[in-house]
């Protein structure tokens, strides 16, 4: 079983939809998530970090954790062209050695 | 500030050689992780170095190896370059070992 597992999608959406994408892990140890955004050959984009269980937002984002069923979400409302990406969620034990799902491609259709 | 970068940008190389490629950490971070992203896939973490020592390592062979240097610099060496060494090789730094990490571009290395 991998540590980390997500949909790879892809995943269409029209603009303004409101965008789902999801993470289960399996190491209860896990106790840092975070999500990042990749374009296209470039490296990963820092979009999130979270500790605890619960909801964290910034601007269109937001990122929840539920610990007890492993479960991590990102939320993009109003979704724009722009966020056209590949979204990986990752997580840690707090040593910094990130274990990442396989990234869901997202489009957002105009 | 300037952010994480990595040299170079993209690489061939032959089946059996060996490569080294560069990362420059973010202004400030004394910590420095290496990823190896296959394409389809998310990276997968091969070491990292905290203030110039290996601390912690992913299923990779010997043949990865690396080193950070006194200005928080860092080298990834690959030896006997194989076929399924082709990939987005990412490194990441972060300030100590428990705060976000940061990406650089990449390199692109493809072997041949």
């Known amino acids: 079983q991998k540590e980390v597992e997500q949909d790879p999608g892809p995943l269409s959406v029209p603009e303004g939809a409101i965008v789902s994408l999801n993470c289960t892990y399996s190491?209860?140890?896990?106790?840092?998530f975070m999500w990042y955004r990749q374009y296209s050959r470039k490296g990963p984009e820092l979009l999130m970090y979270t500790y605890s269980s619960g909801n964290k937002e910034d601007g269109r984002f937001t990122a929840q954790v539920d610990k007890s069923s492993k479960y991590i979400s990102l939320f993009i409302r109003d979704s724009q062209p722009s966020d056209s990406a590949t979204y990986l969620c990752?997580?840690?034990?707090?040593?910094?050695?990130?274990?990442f799902g396989t990234g869901t491609r997202l489009t957002v259709i105009p | 500030e300037t952010g994480v970068t990595q040299s170079p940008t993209h690489l061939i190389k032959t089946r059996g050689q060996q490569v080294t490629l560069r990362c420059s950490s973010q202004?400030?971070?004394?910590?420095v992780s290496w990823y190896q992203q296959a394409l389809g896939q998310g990276p997968q973490f091969i070491f990292q170095?905290?203030?110039?020592?290996?601390?912690g390592r992913g299923n990779f062979p010997p043949r990865f190896s690396g080193l950070q240097f006194p200005n928080y610099s860092s080298e990834l060496n690959v030896n006997a370059l194989e076929l399924d060494d082709s990939a987005l090789y990412l490194c990441?730094?972060?300030?100590?070992?428990?705060?976000?990490?940061?990406f650089g571009q990449g390199t692109r290395l493809t072997v041949v």
């Open positions: 990752a997580t840690e034990t707090g040593a910094n050695n990130l274990f």
């Open positions: 170095y905290y203030r110039e020592e290996e601390n």
């Open positions: 990441a730094s972060s300030l100590g070992t428990e705060t976000e990490a940061f």
């Open positions: 190491n209860s140890a896990f106790q840092y």
């Open positions: 202004s400030g971070h004394n910590t």
